[in-house]
């Protein structure tokens, strides 16, 4: 086996063994549900030897990820953690399942159904997941208590309903469990139609089960998208925090002061190449560069700006005239201090204006 061969396959194994999904691991994902989807299709017949071959090269690349990763977490001594874990379960799941199904005489159109519990395996990829986990831990009381409210409302409205319509529909609503299924479809708002009130005081009922549903989920929407919203405050504070404390001259300052920097701070959404800063132009703000990218050019080279980095200060030092051309290489976002807010700054923080000074100070013995 030659050596490219054999660093390739190192490599994927390296990049197989770390907890994240790989390309080839949605790929595997993609193709085993679509292979399993058109096994279910009795359309797809001529197809059928094709599509059992997928699924079982897509089962075998999830028995060697999950090989894999066990072997790397036992040479590190996180075996226990792992298999604990619920990546862990749900790669066991994800390449024992099947085997174990076909194993215990399950019949393989059959078995092959559980390879949905693959789609599990994203999860953990998925952009946002951590920050509603920390909405849903957040806002567990509130939401807890909409839900008890959901409760009270199905389990009253199906005993009132079951009072009122048993003796005219005594098929539909003879019981109350057949009268609590009527109130979850009503309180949800579904409305199949399949079971509805005929009583004048059923409708009444009714009516009043309708209005709650809109008034439960509205509370849960309000709950979860007031959570959503100070939950993202919260990450843009800190990153901004995180930005502005980079800064020389705030880099000492107590955070006090750096918190009513960032409360300063306001947004700006640039398209790529798009000119922020014309050399021999007059500056009153800096910029911090929340996402994107820009490009400082300078005499003889050109400096890219990342996320994090920030430009512009000398404007906030005394030195108006700009030195360079800025513009963004992509889709920008940047958050722009004012010379009017950063004197505002200064008024309310004695010792930024003594840091100032010092700075202005050693940056102008610099350009000399």
């Not at 862990?88 to 399950?106: E, N, W």
């Not at 309903?161 to 009268?179: C, I, M, N």
């Not at 992509?330 to 009017?340: A, C, E, F």
Request: charge should be positive; hydrophobic fraction near 55%.
């Amino acid at each position: 086996m030659s050596t490219p061969l054999i660093s390739a396959l190192a490599q994927f194994a390296a990049a197989t063994a770390g907890r994240n999904m790989t390309k080839a691991a949605y790929v595997a994902v993609g193709v085993g549900v679509l292979s399993m989807v058109l096994l279910t299709d009795n359309r797809a017949n001529e197809a059928r030897g094709w599509v059992h071959g997928l699924l079982w090269a897509c089962l075998v690349y999830f028995v060697f990820e999950w090989v894999v990763r066990l072997r790397h977490m036992a040479r590190t001594g996180r075996l226990a953690l792992y298999m604990s874990s619920s990546a862990g379960i749900v790669d066991a799941v994800g390449a024992l399942a099947v085997p174990a199904a076909l194993v215990l005489g399950v019949e393989p159109k059959t078995a092959w159904l559980l390879s949905v519990l693959w789609v599990l395996k994203v999860v953990p990829g998925i952009p946002g997941l951590r920050q509603l986990r920390r909405v849903l831990v957040l806002e567990s009381g509130p939401l807890v208590s909409v839900l008890v409210i959901f409760l009270m409302v199905v389990f009253l409205a199906s005993v009132a309903e079951y009072f009122l319509e048993r003796d005219v529909q005594p098929q539909t609503f003879g019981s109350v469990p057949d009268a609590l299924w009527w109130a979850v479809v009503t309180l949800t708002t579904t409305g199949y139609g399949d079971v509805v009130p005929v009583t004048p005081l059923g409708r009444m009922v009714a009516a009043l089960v309708m209005i709650s549903g809109l008034g439960v989920f509205g509370l849960w929407t309000g709950i979860l998208a007031t959570g959503f919203a100070a939950e993202t405050r919260r990450d843009n504070f800190l990153k901004t925090w995180e930005s502005v404390s980079k800064v020389p001259f705030f880099a000492a300052l107590g955070p006090a002061a750096i918190a009513d920097v960032t409360h300063m701070l306001r947004t700006m959404e640039l398209p790529a190449r798009t000119m922020i800063i014309r050399k021999g132009a007059q500056g009153d703000c800096m910029y911090f560069i929340a996402a994107g990218e820009v490009e400082v050019d300078l005499p003889g080279k050109k400096v890219q700006l990342g996320e994090g980095a920030f430009f512009g200060e000398m404007a906030l030092l005394g030195n108006n005239m700009r030195g360079a051309n800025v513009s963004t290489t992509k889709v920008s976002r940047l958050l722009v201090l004012d010379l009017v807010d950063f004197r505002v700054l200064m008024a309310r923080h004695p010792d930024l204006a003594e840091t100032i000074d010092a700075e202005a100070k050693r940056r102008a013995l610099e350009n000399k």
